[in-house]
């Protein structure tokens, strides 16, 4: 969720974990949809910068400013088409 909460994603812990390279990967809810849908996400074993988790599918994320996560402080675009814009962002596991 970023931390003026307008873009937001609800999704199972195991969609999250594992090893997969823009496989598509479920969600059960968002700021863009309150049905369950999915998007093409990464969390390559070896990229510090993994998982990445995004509204709509990862290329397109990026240009659209629709990342919600990314790991290990990763920047670029990825970030700054998001953070700035929306005050930050929270990560919330249970």
Not at 27 to 32: A, K, R, V
Not at 52 to 75: F, K, R, T
């Given at each position: 969720m970023t931390g003026d909460?307008?873009?937001w994603l609800y999704a199972k812990k195991e969609q999250v974990l594992?090893?997969?390279?823009?496989?598509?990967?479920e969600?059960?809810?968002?700021?863009?949809?309150s049905e369950p849908y999915q998007a093409r996400w990464y969390n390559r074993k070896g990229n510090k910068e993994d998982p990445?988790?995004?509204?709509?599918?990862?290329?397109?994320?990026?240009?659209?400013?629709?990342?919600?996560?990314?790991?290990?402080?990763?920047?670029g675009v990825h970030a700054t088409r998001v953070l700035p814009i929306h005050n930050g962002a929270n990560v919330f596991i249970r």
């Open positions: 909460g307008k873009l594992g090893n997969y390279s823009n496989k598509k990967r969600i059960l809810e968002s700021s863009t949809s990445w988790i995004s509204l709509i599918d990862h290329h397109p994320a990026i240009v659209q400013g629709m990342i919600v996560y990314g790991e290990s402080n990763y920047g």
